[in-house]
């Protein structure tokens, strides 16, 4: 399956996403170079938090910038530049740590609402 994605004004572009999972800070921990909390799933988004969030690559094709606003990805110089600092492998990608063991996602994308 591919996708095609545009800048061009169209009206899946305007769908909003229903969010429908409540924050809190077992569940979505932070990370530990960067201010900024971890989502594993899109679905999963926060409707009652209004920070920075870490959220997988399939966020892309439910894109609206009337409710989100993408900062950036979470790796490597562009991370870098944002202000993501070396984690406990020495890397610029994010690290959280949860019960003890630290973890890297898979890249991310930072996201506001």
Same mark, same amino acid.
């Given at each position: 399956?591919?996708?095609? =994605?545009? *800048?061009?004004? /169209?009206? @899946?572009?305007?769908? =909003? ?10 569940? =979505?921990? !932070?990370?530990? *170079?960067?201010? +900024?909390?971890?989502?594993? !799933?899109? +679905? ?13 690559? /399939?966020?892309?094709? !439910?894109?609206?910038?009337?409710? =989100? ?5 979470? /790796?490597?110089? %562009? +991370? @870098?530049?944002?202000?993501? @600092? ?8 994010? %690290?959280? /740590?949860?019960?003890? !063991?630290?973890?890297?996602?898979? *890249? ?6």
């Amino acid at each position: 399956m591919g996708c095609w =994605f545009t *800048n061009l004004d /169209t009206s @899946k572009r305007h769908e =909003f996403l229903t969010l429908y999972k409540r924050y809190s800070p077992q569940e =979505f921990p !932070k990370y530990d *170079n960067y201010d +900024a909390i971890e989502v594993s !799933k899109t +679905a999963d988004i926060p409707y009652d938090y209004d920070g920075v969030m870490g959220v997988p690559l /399939t966020f892309l094709d !439910k894109y609206n910038p009337d409710q =989100f606003e993408i900062l950036g990805m979470g /790796t490597g110089n %562009a +991370a @870098k530049e944002m202000g993501v @600092k070396k984690n406990y492998r020495g890397r610029t990608d994010l %690290a959280y /740590t949860v019960n003890g !063991k630290q973890q890297c996602p898979y *890249n991310r994308i930072l996201i506001r609402r």
